[in-house]
């Protein structure tokens, strides 16, 4: 499970840590096998009742042997197998129609670290789902799903994805593209993402390529007054999705303004 081809190859990758452990639990995902340390099983005697309820065993470790079982530094006394999250495309584009439509494309997003919080700050905000080019970091890698931080398991995530189909299918469904940019796009906060929009977001260093750019409807990007050349992925991605959502809540509060 340390290898990326390994994990692809067997359908299983690593959790490493309580919180995506309870999380996998409580979206009722298959657990292969548990590992923990004997202080952490007396920590944690709830959990291993969780488990035994969902019949799955547990298995006792040595600190030694979980720092050599586990791919992070520094392990947190607990790990488990798990095969690797798979979404269907259809369970995204079936909510397409709906106006509280928000999606993410990434494309060549080269750093676990900001593709897990990317997940995990549109889980947070409502988000329908997000598709990833192929030449994306892997989804299931331990360190992405850590930074996920089990948003994994609740946000659909369609990995080997085609920029170009992904975007016509958009406009043939009237979803509005708007392509992020360190500059010459129009200010993120003057666009309308009240509407169903997908966010397209070009990976570090490289960003989105000009045929991406051209084919998305428009240009957007965050004013930097402060003379930075350009935002960390995650952080940029994570500011438009709660604009977005800011956007659609101060709508919302108005219509009930109006009905009252």
Known sequence: MHSKQERLTAGFTLLESERLLEEALHEGRPIEAVIGTSDFWTRRPDLIHSLAAAGISTSIASLK??????????????LAVVPRPVWREEEIWQKAGHMEFIGVLG????????????????????????????????????????????????????????????LAQCKRLGIQTLAAVPKGGRPYTASDWTGSTLLVLGGEGG???????????????????????????????????????RQRRLVNARKREVRE
């Open 207 to 245: 960003g989105l390529g000009p045929e991406i750019i051209q084919a998305c409807g428009q240009a957007v990007q965050i004013p930097m007054p402060g003379g930075m050349e350009s935002l960390n992925v995650a952080v940029a991605g994570s500011i438009m999705v709660y604009e977005a959502l």
């Open 65 to 78: 042997q979980m720092t050599w079982l586990s791919v992070t530094e520094q392990p947190g006394g607990i």
């Open 107 to 166: 494309v060549g997003l080269q750093d676990p670290g900001n593709l897990g919080t990317l997940v995990r700050t549109l889980a947070a905000a409502g988000g329908t789902g997000m598709w990833l080019s192929c030449n994306c970091v892997e989804l299931s890698s331990p360190k992405t799903l850590r930074a996920s931080a089990g948003s994994i398991f609740k946000l659909p995530v369609i990995e080997d994805a085609d920029p170009a189909a992904v």
